[in-house]
């Protein structure tokens, strides 16, 4: 017989015990405060079992999230698969300052570029209810996932498949994020670790990282509306490329913003 705390105590040979906690509370359908306050419940064979496969596949390097089918972004839980990138910490910065400064706007019409699981632009039309939300994506199974989150969240998004700006002609926003890929094609991370399991595509862009960026920033100007705003997610040392980017386009007020680890990460301006 083994019991939720024998099992959580053998899964830590391989795991963490936060990682170990959120899969089997993944299998029983439970919380951690849950399993933490029921230590002794013996577990049946079904959940050993499946305890034991998801232990072993993120022991070989399969992200937690795709295991759980979900990672929480905002306060709120997102369905992720292999087909969209992992919600980030860092990107609620993006969230944290695009609401800044559009918190005085009447009814800001926003564009979230590359929205994979449409965390971030399922998060603005919730915490900005006012705002009319657009978001695209190049491939149609992150839409698919980005739409089923908007459903389950109950946010209001208009989703388009479209390569960035490409399905948008004549259309301008008063406020336009990304959390575009970035990583440079040869960086040795994409090989490794967590990475391996999540789109390349949502992650790498060309040989310096900066190629969807400065597609990005370079086609901004034409789908923002006079003193509409740009902001971007990027590399932790792309801040300096970045500003002299947005500068390039013509935009004005440029401006980077730290992220908890003190990393300039999130980068932006506004059209004159
Ligand atoms: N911040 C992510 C990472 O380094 C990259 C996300 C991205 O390319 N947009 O894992």
């Avoid at 029921?38 to 577990?43: A, F, R």
């Avoid at 929205?115 to 971030?120: E, F």
């Avoid at 336009?176 to 890929?181: D, L, T």
Wanted: proline share 4%; aromatic share 4%.
């Amino acid at each position: 017989m083994t019991t939720v705390g024998a099992a959580l105590a053998a899964a830590r040979a391989k795991l963490p015990a936060s990682e170990a906690r959120l899969l089997l509370g993944h299998v029983l359908g439970r919380q951690a405060a849950w399993l933490i306050a029921h230590d002794d419940e013996v577990l049946d064979e079904d959940a050993l079992l499946n305890f034991a496969s998801l232990a072993a596949r993120r022991a070989g390097g399969e992200p937690v999230a795709y295991l759980v089918g979900q990672r929480e972004f905002f306060g709120r839980e997102f369905a992720v698969s292999p087909a969209v990138l992992i919600p980030r910490p860092e990107t609620e910065l993006l969230v944290e300052v695009a609401l800044a400064n559009i918190a005085a706007a009447d009814a800001p019409r926003i564009l979230d570029l590359g929205t994979g699981s449409g965390c971030i632009a399922i998060t603005l039309a919730l915490e900005c209810p006012q705002a009319q939300v657009s978001a695209v994506d190049s491939s149609e199974v992150a839409l698919a996932a980005a739409r089923r989150n908007a459903a389950q969240r109950g946010g209001h998004v208009r989703f388009l498949h479209s390569d960035w700006y490409a399905a948008l002609a004549g259309e301008c926003f008063d406020l336009i994020v990304a959390n575009p890929p970035y990583i440079a094609a040869s960086d040795s991370h994409l090989v490794a670790g967590d990475l391996r399991h999540e789109p390349l595509a949502a992650l790498s862009s060309g040989s310096d990282g900066l190629e969807a960026i400065r597609r990005i920033i370079a086609a901004a100007p034409a789908h923002l509306a006079p003193g509409g705003q740009l902001w971007l997610e990027h590399g932790y040392d792309q801040a300096e490329a970045v500003h002299e980017l947005l500068a390039a386009a013509g935009l004005a007020g440029i401006e980077g913003h730290r992220d908890i680890a003190g990393i300039m990460r999130v980068s932006g301006g506004r059209l004159r």
